[in-house]
C-alpha cells in the first residue's frame, strides 16, 4: 500500500489547512504524525477503521481527523494554526486489523508511510 500525503502550505498564525492521504489500498488505523525540525516524529492525530478518534493534546479542540474509508483516504482539518504546529506532516496506516481496546499511538504501530507534506506558520 502506498501513501500520498498532500495539502501542506505556508500559513498565518490562525490560518487553517486541511491535510489529505490517500492510500492505493485498503488500511485499518490512520494517523498523522508531526516532526519538528529536530525533534523526534510524533503522533497528532489517529482515527481507527471503525471511526474512533484520538487526538494528543496539543491539537485537541483545533484538528479534526476524518476518513472515507469507501476512498481510503484520511484529512487532517488544521484550524487556529499556531507556529508551533510547523513541521513536516506525515500520515500513516495500518495494515492489521485495529484492537477494538486501543488506539495507536506510536509509529512502530504503523505499515505504512506518505512522503510527508510541509506545513509553516509564521506568527
Known amino acids: 500500500v502506498q501513501l500520498q500525503a498532500s495539502g501542506g502550505g505556508l500559513v498565518q498564525a490562525g490560518d487553517s489547512l486541511r491535510l489529505s492521504c490517500a492510500a492505493s489500498g485498503r488500511t485499518y488505523t490512520m494517523g498523522w504524525f508531526r516532526q519538528a525540525p529536530g525533534n523526534n516524529r510524533a503522533i497528532v492525530a489517529t482515527?481507527?477503521?471503525?471511526?474512533?478518534?484520538w487526538y494528543a493534546d496539543s491539537v485537541k479542540g483545533r484538528f479534526t481527523i476524518s476518513r472515507d474509508s469507501a476512498k481510503n483516504t484520511s484529512f487532517l482539518q488544521m484550524n487556529s494554526l499556531n507556529p508551533e504546529d510547523t513541521g513536516v506532516y506525515y500520515c500513516a496506516a495500518r495494515g492489521r486489523w485495529d484492537s477494538p481496546t486501543r488506539y495507536y499511538t506510536e509509529a512502530t504501530d504503523y505499515d505504512y508511510w506518505g512522503q510527508g507534506t510541509q506545513v509553516t506558520v509564521s506568527s
Open positions: 482515527i481507527k477503521w471503525a471511526g474512533g478518534t
